[in-house]
């Protein structure tokens, strides 16, 4: 069936250092990629998105890859901080659908 | 400016008890989402309204689950006859269109 996976289920780095969480997805037929954290007993907040017509998208510390041809999308943090920790989910949307598919999260401790 | 509100925040139900959890959407978005997410796991889609109309409702995992939002703003999940399976924290998300959803902190359903 559908699903959106990742690689690592708690990734640790060193404050300051770059992160990077990692997403597989099985279904090609996607339009539409989100990066989401979370904070204990709170909800999902969008961090950045990218469609499925892009390869590279970057914000602010973050920048989004995705490679459709390996069905491989990632979530670079730079410089991260002790406020980036969090879980970290990867959603899809499947084209021409408004149901979106998360990844079962990527746990980002920061060390002092 | 408000975010998305969800009450109640924690709710305890006894098996076979009915339980409504209410969702206020931030004010003018169109799109509204339902979803399930159990302890460690990534968000499970429920539902989606567009206003008031309830354009898929697939992710329902029984007819025990209904959602509505009937004047296109504020939607209530009702669980009928609830199980201990149930046992969850159940987010809603708003968004202008279908793209960046921004989701409420979550309701923490818990079942005896």
């Known amino acids: 069936g559908e699903s959106v996976g990742l690689h690592l289920p708690t990734l640790s780095v060193q404050e300051g250092d770059n992160s990077i969480i990692n997403c597989a997805y099985s279904n090609s037929a996607s339009d539409y990629f989100i990066w989401y954290k979370q904070e204990s007993g709170k909800g999902p907040q969008f961090i950045i998105d990218?469609?499925?017509?892009?390869d590279k998208r970057q914000g602010q510390r973050v920048t989004v890859l995705l490679n459709k041809t390996v069905k491989h999308l990632s979530l670079q943090i730079a410089a991260t901080q002790p406020g980036d920790s969090a879980v970290y989910f990867c959603?899809?949307?499947?084209?021409?659908?408004?149901?979106?598919?998360f990844g079962t999260g990527t746990r980002l401790k920061v060390l002092a | 400016g408000a975010g998305v509100s969800q009450s109640p925040r924690y709710k305890v139900a006894k098996r076979g008890q009915d339980v409504a959890l209410r969702c206020d959407p931030i004010s003018g978005h169109v799109s509204l989402f339902w979803y399930q997410q159990a302890l460690g796991q990534g968000p499970e889609f429920l539902t989606y309204f567009q206003n008031e109309a309830q354009l898929d409702k697939s992710g329902l995992p029984s007819d025990r689950f209904f959602a509505e939002r009937p004047e296109g703003s504020v939607s209530t999940l009702k669980i009928q006859r609830t199980q201990q399976e149930d046992s969850a924290v159940y987010l809603c998300a708003s968004s202008l269109g279908t793209d960046t959803q921004y989701f409420g902190p979550g309701t923490r359903l818990t079942v005896l």
């Open positions: 990218i469609r499925s017509n892009m």
């Open positions: 959603a899809r949307r499947g084209s021409g659908t408004y149901k979106y598919i």
